[in-house]
């Protein structure tokens, strides 16, 4: 988008936010957000934002060409947009200048007021280790550990690993944070070359959903060793 050469006719109004109900929770990862116009007015563009509570993750800042008046934020793996059980504050201006404008345009007219929404909790019970099985004797130093979940919304995961059963501060604990997506196979961590496991040692590790902002962490789903 570029900087008018043209001018709005006038100094637009706020639309107003109607979808989803400001501080409700949303029951999927694909939520439609919504808004109104002022009677007779005719506009040409919106700029969405949805900001994460405490600005910690993903969010959306979108020009949109056209008079709709929603908006459906795509779900993954269409698009990673939110995080689970975290808060977000969505608002959208419009202009009616008649040529494309960025976000920092003087034609943009006033933000409406900003609508509060909470992303769907996930169930930790959906989640469990794939490979290694557990218990399993592995061959390599920087073994790949793969998991599954029932859930596809979810891609953004912790994971932890170490020789001590308890996770705890008495050996090293590998602790990562894993955009399940885009790895190779999916949901799955490659021990890295510059950190290689012990030979003869037992390993255990586990994952969990990454919720962060406002949201309550998940418990870690049963871990595995190896």
Known sequence: LVQPTGTASSAPAAPTAVQPPNGSRIESFRPTLTWTVPAGASFTQYNLKVVPANNDGPGVNLILAGQDTSFTIPAPPDWYGLL???????????????????????????WSDGFTFRTPRVDISSVSPFAPINSAMVTSSNPVLTWNSATASVYYWELQMSKDP?????????????????????????????????????????????????????????????
């Open 84 to 110: 689970p059980d975290m808060g977000y504050t969505w608002r959208v201006r419009a202009t009616d200048a008649t040529t494309a404008v960025d976000e920092n345009s003087p034609l943009w007219g006033q």
């Open 166 to 226: 308890a996770f705890g501060t008495s050996s090293f604990l590998y602790w990562v944070l894993v955009h399940g997506d885009v790895t190779f196979p999916n949901n799955a961590y490659t021990v890295p070359s510059s950190f290689p496991l012990e030979a003869g040692a037992t390993y255990y590790w586990r994952v969990r959903p990454r919720v962060q902002g406002d949201g309550t962490p998940l418990p870690w789903a049963t871990a595995a060793s190896f």
